[in-house]
């Protein structure tokens, strides 16, 4: 009953860092997406996987690239971290059937 | 700009009273929405979903209300319970497309 699992649960980077965000579900789910959450913004989409093989950008993926591994996994990766980074990311998939998302329980991450 | 909205950041309600949240869409090619609950340091859960061509969901004490040519819907929670406590937020998506818009959320807050 794993669903998405996200790594680590906890970063903080400098400036200029790099670091790769994991996520893995085990639902066998097509569709795989990247948000991050800031105060006041709800759910901001970075990027998403519609299938094993394509990624998408979505509304923010500004500083942001993203490695769909397979089907399971779908990682995202800061390149060069900057303060306007520091954010809760969340991993989710898609259960194409009833249209739903399940999230991660998602990524804290403080950039200085 | 952001299509799906909800303008009250909070709400705070009595131990078996009625919750009401508001969720308001301006993306007329949205046809199927959702609310997710969220808890602290953990990842959105969906709650309940409707279709367009319905214009009521009930499911327990959680009631989603559609009303289309206002583009609005509303999350009734009756009764509320402390266990209610948490961020609410209202999702939409159009027809066939992989991605959902959210709402910046609304804080529910149950007094004993």
């Known amino acids: 009953n794993a669903g998405v699992t996200q790594t680590p649960k906890f970063q903080v980077l400098k400036t200029g860092q790099s670091m790769t965000l994991q996520c893995a579900q085990d639902?066998?789910?097509?569709?795989m997406y990247w948000y991050r959450q800031d105060p006041g913004m709800g759910l901001r989409l970075i990027y998403y996987s519609a299938s094993e093989g394509t990624t998408d950008k979505g509304e923010v993926p500004n500083g942001y690239n993203v490695s769909r591994l397979n089907k399971r996994e779908f990682s995202l990766r800061l390149e060069s971290a900057a303060p306007s980074q520091t954010s809760v990311y969340f991993c989710?998939?898609?259960?194409?059937?009833?249209?739903?998302?399940?999230f991660g329980a998602g990524t804290r991450l403080s950039v200085l | 700009d952001q299509q799906v909205k909800q303008n009250s950041p909070s709400l705070s309600v009595q131990e078996g009273r009625i919750s009401i949240l508001n969720c308001d869409y301006t993306?007329?090619?949205?046809?199927?929405f959702l609310w997710y609950k969220k808890y602290p340091a953990e990842g959105p859960t969906f709650l309940i979903s409707?279709?367009?061509?319905?214009d009521k969901n009930e499911d327990g004490r959680f009631t989603v209300f559609l009303n289309k040519s206002a583009k609005h819907l509303s999350l009734h929670i009756v009764p509320s319970q402390p266990g209610d406590s948490a961020v609410y937020f209202c999702?939409?998506?159009?027809?066939?497309?992989?991605?959902?818009?959210f709402g910046a959320g609304t804080t529910v807050t149950v007094r004993a």
């Open positions: 989710a998939s898609r259960e194409v059937a009833k249209n739903i998302q399940y």
């Open positions: 409707i279709s367009s061509i319905k």
């Open positions: 999702a939409a998506s159009a027809l066939n497309d992989y991605k959902l818009s």
């Open positions: 993306n007329s090619m949205f046809d199927y």
């Open positions: 639902m066998n789910h097509n569709s």
